[in-house]
């Protein structure tokens, strides 16, 4: 199953990829060269496949709990100062995804859209510690009535391009559901409120929609 952003890409993918192996049978008279090509080929369309597959996630909804809004590696636990909605301390999560990685996005609490916006910006690699203020990124806030306040920013790395956000203002939404998808390598920052209890690790993999980054104490 594929993401409905990537279907463009991979049509316009495959579509280049039959009409190059088809020119190379015919015009590269050299066997060692022509399916060298032909493999070159093969093995790019499997990455973009790969890139825009969209698994089924078991998401339990728990409104107790914050779930990981994507897959990757948790490469940031602090408690900082957040500057764009709370304008207050909290405490931020942050989850690295390789081009290898899932790339969609899912809420990570159910609730209420209280907060979206875009912002364009620069492509510093996901993992600078100004991408969360300088890069292209969207910011997200849902609240539900038990955990309250939860913001998530979806953040473009340097070979993102493109993010797509389908949150809206006042949407009613559910825990694990599709938020979003960013294309080409990214981070999802999370802001907690500071007396979370955080569950995971610094180098922790996650899954999006199934693991647990935060529950109330």
């Given at each position: 199953m594929f993401h409905k952003e990537g279907y463009k890409i991979i049509i316009i993918t495959f579509v280049s990829v039959i009409g190059s192996a088809l020119l190379a049978d015919r015009f590269i008279d050299i066997n060692w060269l022509r399916t060298s090509l032909l493999v070159a080929l093969i093995v790019f369309l499997i990455l973009i496949l790969q890139f825009f597959r969209?698994?089924?996630?078991?998401?339990?909804?728990?409104?107790?709990?914050?779930?990981?809004?994507?897959?990757g590696k948790v490469v940031v636990?602090?408690?900082?100062?957040?500057?764009?909605?709370?304008?207050?301390?909290?405490?931020?999560?942050?989850?690295f995804m390789s081009p290898i990685n899932v790339h969609v996005t899912r809420y990570p609490i159910g609730g209420h859209v209280i907060f979206?916006?875009?912002?364009?910006?620069?492509?510093?690699?996901?993992?600078?510690?100004?991408?969360?203020?300088?890069?292209?990124?969207?910011?997200?806030?849902?609240?539900?009535?038990?955990?309250g306040k939860v913001l998530f920013r979806q953040i473009a790395g340097a070979l993102a391009k493109r993010i797509v956000?389908?949150?809206?203002?006042?949407?009613?939404?559910?825990q694990g559901s599709d938020s979003?998808?960013?294309?080409?390598?990214?981070?999802?920052?999370?802001?907690?409120?500071?007396?979370?209890?955080?569950?995971?690790t610094l180098n922790q993999k996650v899954r999006g929609g199934e693991s647990i980054i935060a529950e109330l104490r």
């Open positions: 969209n698994p089924k996630r078991h998401t339990i909804p728990n409104n107790t709990q914050v779930i990981s809004p994507v897959d636990i602090e408690e900082v100062y957040e500057k764009e909605y709370f304008k207050d301390k909290r405490l931020q999560v942050s989850v979206s916006k875009y912002h364009p910006g620069k492509y510093l690699v996901a993992w600078h510690p100004k991408a969360s203020e300088e890069n292209e990124r969207t910011t997200v806030v849902v609240e539900n009535e038990t955990f956000n389908y949150a809206k203002l006042n949407d009613k939404v559910a979003g998808f960013i294309k080409f390598g990214s981070r999802v920052d999370l802001f907690l409120p500071v007396d979370t209890k955080i569950n995971v």
